[in-house]
């Protein structure tokens, strides 16, 4: 029923592999919603997920998800909103030795 109404939704998930092995992905708001959904997604064995959100026990969820589908990924919880907790959390990405890929900036408060 999916491919009937939604047939530009189906992932050739070997392409997605090929084209994201090595690469490391930053994703913001990964704790719920379309954030968590990419998380779990792009859970593969040759892609390092960063996963940044407020909720630092939901955070953790997602990670031990995905790498319980042979994904890896490392969280940090930052509150994107102040400025404060931004430049930390710069500071930490500055420590990553192969820097950031590809970023999703999907944080935002719903309504």
């Known amino acids: 029923m999916d491919l009937l109404f939604f047939p530009l939704l189906r992932v050739n998930q070997r392409k997605l592999q090929r084209l994201l092995a090595g690469k ?3 994703i913001t708001g990964a704790s719920y919603g379309i954030g968590e959904c990419l ?3 792009l859970a593969l064995p040759t892609t390092r997920l960063i996963l940044v959100a407020r ?3 939901k955070l953790l969820t997602v990670q031990a998800q995905v790498e319980a589908r042979g994904g890896q990924a490392d969280v940090f919880p930052c509150d994107l909103r102040q400025p404060a907790e931004v430049e930390a959390f710069l500071e930490q990405l500055l420590q990553l ?7 999703v900036n999907n944080a935002g408060e719903s309504v």
């Open 24 to 26: 490391t992905v930053l």
């Open 39 to 41: 998380a779990l997604r």
């Open 55 to 57: 909720t630092e026990e």
């Open 97 to 103: 030795p192969n820097g950031i890929d590809i970023l």
